[in-house]
Structures are given as C-alpha cells and as structure tokens.
C-alpha cells in the first residue's frame, strides 16, 4: 500500500547508544519531515528536507541527524540518546507547494524509550 | 512567530452528544489550517482542511469554518460515535514554509457508549 512507512515500531535504548529511526515514502512527495510527540505539546518539528539532498532543522534538531540521498527515504539518527529524547516519532511526506494543501502523510509511528 | 492554541482536554462526552473543540492561531501571512487526528496506536491523519478565509473543511460529519476575523479554527461535530474518540490536533502552515507544520497541543476526545 502507498504510503509512510517507518521501522522500527518500538525501540528501547541505554543512555549514550545510537540508532536510526528509518522512513520511507513511495508517493515521490518531494516534503519530508521528522516530529516528536510528547504529552501536552503537541508535535514539534525536528528536521525537515525539501527535496534529495536538501535538509534543514526544526524547533527540536539537538541530538538529531538527518540526510536525504533519495526522494524516497528520510532516515533519522540519534547520535548519543539520552532520556529527554523518549518520545513517539513521526515520519511526514507531502508534495510541493502547489499540492501541499491536500495536507501531510504520516507514518505510524516509532516509540521510543532511552533508559 | 507561528502558534497553534486549543482548548485543553481531557474531553468526555455522552455518544449522540454535541462536540466542540476550539482552536485559535497565530501566523505570518495567510496561513492554512488544518485539523488532523490520532486513533489510539496510530499516526495522525488528515481530518479536514481550509485554505482561505470562511472556507469551511468538512469530512465525516466534522466542520471547522475558517474565521480570519477571529483567528479560529474550531471543530464541530453534531452527533458523536463511540468510534470518534480520539486525539485531535491543530495545525496550520504558512503559504510561504508550507512544509512546515505547527501543531496545537492536542485535545483528548472520549466518547462514552
């Protein structure tokens, strides 16, 4: 099915690991985005590219890393997880500007734990 | 700067009960609004959309009517379900960063059978 797909759906992290939060869009939308959910904040933006090899940073970008070497995938990296950065994490893709008013396509999400 | 408020929840309603959810914003330049929501385990999705002003976005029975005037966005519906419960989001985008979204906090939604 098109659409937003991230893995993993669940990761448990040590204080200090690293790890890739994968995401990958098969609608050729040209946006793509990385949020965080926390409780009574809504979602916050942490990295977003507006095309293959373009990336620029968010609200949130600390302890975040991201690059685009292809329209299809976005891939988010914890360098050094700490406990501030366990969260649910979500993946976003939308066309252009000319389209993006039909809104974003998210993924399901990745929650994680940094113990 | 933009900034998305709506009214805090936790929400609980009686099922066939009226539903109101206000959202009020804060942009630069002509923004779009949007409201999405979240089912429980899931991401969100588009729920309805308004690009200009007093349009009004309408999708499974929900309304918001965009009110320049007053920088609101509120949704309604008139008659909820049990299955309509869920997180409800606000948000809009400036035409000029439409790839940048700002979210309101949230708003718990419970319907009770």
């Known amino acids: 099915n098109a659409g937003v797909t991230q893995t993993p759906k669940f990761q448990v992290l040590k204080t200090g690991q690293s790890m890739t939060l994968q995401c990958a869009q098969d609608m050729n939308h040209e946006y793509m985005s990385w949020y965080r959910q926390d409780p009574g904040m809504g979602l916050r933006l942490i990295h977003y590219s507006v095309g293959a090899g373009i990336t620029d940073q968010g609200e949130v970008p600390n302890g975040y890393n991201v690059s685009r070497s292809t329209t299809e995938d976005f891939p988010l990296r914890l360098l050094s997880a700490a406990p501030s950065q366990t969260s649910v994490y979500f993946c976003a893709s939308s066309y252009s500007n000319s389209k993006s008013k039909a809104g974003y396509t998210f993924g399901s999400g990745t929650r994680l734990t940094v113990v | 700067g933009n900034s998305v408020t709506q009214m805090e929840g936790p929400v609980t309603l009686s099922e066939e009960a009226f539903l109101t959810i206000n959202c009020t914003y804060t942009a630069t330049g002509y923004p779009s609004l949007f409201w999405y929501v979240q089912y429980p385990g899931e991401g969100l999705q588009l729920l309805l959309k308004?690009?200009?002003?007093?349009d009004k976005g309408s999708n499974k029975g929900f309304e918001a009517t965009y009110r320049k005037e007053t920088t609101s966005f509120h949704l309604e519906k008139g008659s909820v379900q049990v299955s309509d419960s869920a997180v409800y989001f606000c948000?809009?985008?400036?035409?000029?960063?439409?790839?940048?979204?700002?979210f309101g906090a949230g708003t718990t939604v419970t319907v009770r059978a």
């Open positions: 948000a809009l985008s400036v035409s000029s960063n439409d790839y940048k979204l700002s």
């Open positions: 308004a690009t200009k002003a007093d």
